[in-house]
């Protein structure tokens, strides 16, 4: 990979870190932006994996204040998430790479869907006043989602932030420290399988882990400016163009 290249996707990454802090989908600029850069799209998606790992670890540390009388829950609910992205990330290396290819546009169009109903998502969380259904009944749908992160990821944190308001009864906040304390598990999983894969490229991956942790930086500072609705709308212009490509293409 050229250094051309390597800042496209540093640039890239400092955008994606930004989207995540302000309004979430930063996979839908940084998956596209890799296949720009040459990657094929399983090698895409595994160095993207990898790349965002440590601004999953930044969100948690951000909200470890919320997660404070929450152990019960993450004793039972991290060992699923990291079972789930494992396996995730086993179906993605074992699996046939042209039927990856297939459902990549379809995956970047469910993800941008997700995107689109985040605000409802939590508008519908807010107004939830029914009791809690329990841990078990929690675990169960948190495994096939962190089976999705593993796989491809985008669109994870809408997904969790749904199963947990459906199954236990918290504040959004407190639901939200939970979905990000999940979504670490289940990427970091993946992510530690993926650095073994030959598929990985390291030198991407390194650079943009650089710059999605300072687009994180930067979006904190940035979330009293910038409307979180607008730059989510770019988002799912973004990814829905993108995916529109790869129809085309295929």
């Known amino acids: 990979m050229t250094d051309v290249q390597l800042v496209f996707l540093f640039v890239a990454a400092i955008g994606a870190g930004a989207v995540n802090a302000l309004a979430g989908g930063g996979s839908i600029l940084t998956f596209p932006a890799l296949l720009a850069a040459g990657l094929p799209p ?10 965002l790992c440590p601004g999953y670890v930044g969100g948690v540390f951000a909200q470890r ?50 995107l689109a109903v985040q605000g409802r998502v939590r508008a519908w969380l807010q107004a939830r006043t029914r009791g809690s259904q329990g841990l ?37 906040t407190r639901l939200n420290a939970l979905k990000q304390a999940l979504s670490l598990a289940a990427n970091v999983a993946a992510g530690m399988l993926f650095m073994f894969a030959p598929e990985l490229d390291r030198p991407a991956a390194l650079t943009m882990a650089g710059g999605a942790l300072i687009g994180g930086a930067l979006g904190g500072r940035l979330a009293s400016k910038v409307r979180p609705e607008r730059l989510r709308g770019l988002v799912i212009a973004v990814g829905l163009a993108v995916a529109i490509l790869l129809f085309v293409k295929g």
Request: hydrophobic share 60%; proline share 4%; aromatic share 8%.
């Open 42 to 51: 399983v090698a895409a998606n595994i160095t993207n994996s990898v790349a």
């Open 65 to 114: 204040h919320d997660l404070r009388g929450q152990a019960r829950r993450l004793v039972a609910l991290l060992p699923v998430s990291a079972v789930g992205g494992l396996f995730g990330g086993l179906l993605i290396l074992r699996g046939d790479e042209g039927a990856f290819e297939a459902v990549v546009p379809w995956l970047l169009v469910g993800a941008c869907a997700l």
């Open 136 to 172: 078990g009944w929690a675990m169960v749908p948190v495994l096939p989602a962190a089976i999705y992160g593993g796989y491809f990821g985008a669109g994870l944190s809408v997904i969790f932030l749904a199963v947990l308001g459906l199954t236990l009864h918290d504040t959004l």
